[in-house]
């Protein structure tokens, strides 16, 4: 793992990007977190999700792939149903450094008509691997807040150790962190581990699961 707590020096470099919501929280006195799960909706694990995030009584918000909404129609509505918020990971799961950027535009406005986010100024948007141009960010940013993070969980990486990656987690989070996991199959072994002892442990401290 490259690194876990993004770095200052990029939040400073990408000062329009979203990294954290730790000044709002600090204002506030709030502890929130900000979990979000990039990829799905998938069958399986994603109502897995769902139901763990339910018997914890915490929201979240989902980077959907509009390609898997329109596979799982029915997984991204319970998604709606229950309070979750939607944000925009594109309909194919580009990546911005490799993607021109009116193919990645159009990508990201197919991915949009498929998902209803709730009523809200800016729609949410997350670049899929983090990778996005300037130009895209200028693009975007009239129409979208774009959601990077404060901490990779790592659970997409099969190899990165089930204890060590909850351990990690759990050092890192402060109130207003944003937290990365995903529904993919990728992280499954992990994130199945990690998410309800993650939520168990910040439940305990009186934290509170909030949507972006
Ligand atoms: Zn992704």
Redesign the pocket.
């Known amino acids: 793992m490259n690194f876990f707590k993004t770095p200052l020096v990029l939040k400073k470099l990408y000062p329009s990007l979203i990294w954290d919501k730790h000044a709002e929280t600090n204002q506030s006195e709030k502890k929130n977190i900000y979990l979000t799960f990039?990829?799905g909706p998938i069958p399986d694990l994603t109502p897995w999700v769902l139901t763990t995030l339910k018997s914890y009584n915490a929201r979240a918000t989902f980077?959907c792939?509009g390609d898997n909404v329109s596979q799982h129609p029915e997984i991204y509505q319970q998604m709606v149903n229950e309070g979750h918020q939607i944000g925009n990971?594109t309909y194919h799961?580009l990546d911005g450094w490799k993607t021109e950027n009116f193919h990645y535009l159009r990508n990201i406005l197919q991915c949009e008509e498929l998902i209803d986010q709730l009523p809200k100024q800016k729609k949410l948007f997350?670049p899929?691997?983090g990778k996005i141009k300037l130009k895209q960010i200028q693009q975007l940013s009239p129409r979208y807040d774009i959601i990077m993070w404060d901490i990779l969980s790592g659970d997409f990486d099969p190899d990165f150790n089930q204890e060590v990656c909850l351990e990690r987690c759990q050092q890192h989070t402060q109130a207003g962190t944003i937290i990365i996991f995903?529904d993919n199959y990728k992280a499954q072994k992990n994130l199945t581990y990690v998410l309800p002892r993650y939520l168990e442990h910040f439940g305990e401290q009186g934290f509170t699961f909030a949507t972006l």
Do not use: E, N
Request: aromatic share 20%; charged share 30%; hydrophobic share 20%.
């Open positions: 990039d990829d980077f792939v990971h799961h997350r899929p691997y995903h």
